[in-house]
């Protein structure tokens, strides 16, 4: 028996109620446009249309699995960060809120500055980058990862954003000397794996079961990959370029030491939409 959207919605939503709370509402117009086809302004204008038994088998399977844990970007596929749409995949982390902050930082000292040089290490999906790409129009961008999945997800999103000559995405490992054919920087920007071994055996499922752990796990105290990129990065930073960082919880103290102690000055720290500090900012010398 067929059914309208709205009552597709009511369904989808009272499913996820438990599991997703406040963001079940949104969570359910999502699921129901993407098993649709339609936006979500769509969706919403032709709620008291009836929509076909392959639409609401289509949507059960979403909700489904959203009910197992799985993400609602990696079911969707896509997700929005900062202005611009990007491709997710679980070879990459999902662009959260929380990295605006470190965006933030970076684009604060840029900005104004005549065709700045970037490099996203880290990179993922791309998303600090291509964000600071879309913002500056004469930014050139360089996106880095050790992961090949990832890379292949941040490439198609420089053409899924039309910024393909202004930037590039290779092939690094955080851990090992910068290359010199980057090129010397205005900023580098970096997310890295900051879960320490012992919080990665308590990541809640949606995380644990279906982010990339290559992403995540920062060894034993977190800090390794803060340590390599200060180590191994700083060289390719122009006098009074900048090092930004993402961290986790708890962790601004350690990463600012860590700057400090590779010859960064000016630190500034950032906090994200919730008054969590989340980033740090330092000039080399």
């Known amino acids: 028996m067929v059914k309208k959207y709205s009552?597709?919605?009511?369904?989808?939503?009272?499913a996820l109620l438990p599991?997703?709370?406040e963001n079940a509402s949104m969570a359910a117009r999502e699921l129901l446009a993407f098993?649709?086809?339609?936006?979500?302004?769509a969706v919403l204008a032709d709620s008291n249309l009836y929509a076909s038994e392959q639409i609401e088998e289509k949507l059960s399977s979403y909700v489904n699995r959203m009910l197992a844990h799985e993400p609602l970007p990696y079911i969707l596929g896509q997700?929005?960060?900062?202005?611009?749409?990007?491709?997710?995949t679980p070879d990459v982390l999902i662009p959260r809120d929380d990295t605006m902050a470190?965006?933030?930082?970076?684009?604060?000292?840029?900005?104004?500055?005549?065709?700045p040089r970037v490099l996203d290490l880290c990179c993922g999906s791309g998303c600090i980058g291509l964000a600071i790409a879309h913002q500056l129009p004469d930014a050139h961008v360089t996106l880095a990862d050790i992961s090949r999945p990832a890379l292949a997800v941040a490439k198609r999103n420089i053409k899924r954003l039309k910024l393909m000559n202004r930037v590039t995405a290779v092939g690094l490992d955080a851990r090992k000397r910068g290359l010199s054919f980057v090129g010397t920087l205005d900023a580098l920007v970096c997310n890295p794996p900051y879960v320490t071994s012992e919080e990665m055996t308590r990541l809640e499922p949606s995380v644990k079961e279906y982010e990339p752990a290559l992403a995540?796990?920062?060894?034993?105290d977190g800090l390794a990959f803060y340590r390599a990129v200060a180590e191994n990065f700083t060289h390719l930073l122009s006098d009074g370029g900048y090092l930004c960082f993402e961290f986790g919880l708890g962790q601004h103290m350690a990463v600012s030491m860590i700057l400090q102690e590779y010859g960064y000055t000016d630190i500034v720290l950032?906090?994200?939409?919730?008054?969590?500090?989340?980033?740090?900012?330092?000039?080399?010398?």
């Open 35 to 41: 098993a649709s086809g339609k936006s979500v302004t």
């Open 19 to 21: 599991s997703e709370g």
């Open 270 to 285: 950032r906090k994200d939409l919730r008054g969590v500090v989340r980033a740090v900012r330092g000039k080399k010398k």
């Open 102 to 115: 470190v965006t933030d930082l970076a684009l604060d000292i840029l900005r104004g500055r005549e065709a």
């Open 79 to 88: 997700w929005d960060f900062y202005g611009i749409s990007l491709e997710v």
């Open 216 to 220: 995540l796990d920062g060894g034993k």
């Open 7 to 14: 009552d597709l919605y009511l369904q989808a939503r009272r």
